[in-house]
């Protein structure tokens, strides 16, 4: 539904890639959404907030988020939280 948001959060070691003017990004039109338009906002190198900008009441809708991070002497499982 239009208007919900919710957060990508990646465990300590792990961050969102960066530009090459070192600053950890993410675009909004990265993410595929079939019958809705989001908008993505990065709140620090290990969470963005992904918000529904409009959808198709009418209709499922599906994102796809691409997961591109750098991973910095990270062991273990890599697991993604969505609050």
């Not at 300590?12 to 003017?21: K, L, Q, T």
Request: charged letters at 25%; proline letters at 4%.
């Amino acid at each position: 539904q239009a208007g919900q948001t919710f957060e990508l959060l990646l465990p300590m070691g792990v961050e969102w890639i960066r530009d090459s003017n070192g600053t950890a990004t993410y675009e909004s039109e990265d993410i595929i959404c079939q019958n809705c338009s989001v908008e993505a906002e990065l709140r620090n190198a290990r969470t963005v907030e992904i918000t529904v900008t409009a959808a198709d009441p009418e209709s499922v809708s599906q994102l796809e988020i691409p997961l591109v991070f750098a991973v910095n002497d990270f062991l273990g499982d890599i697991e993604v939280t969505i609050d």
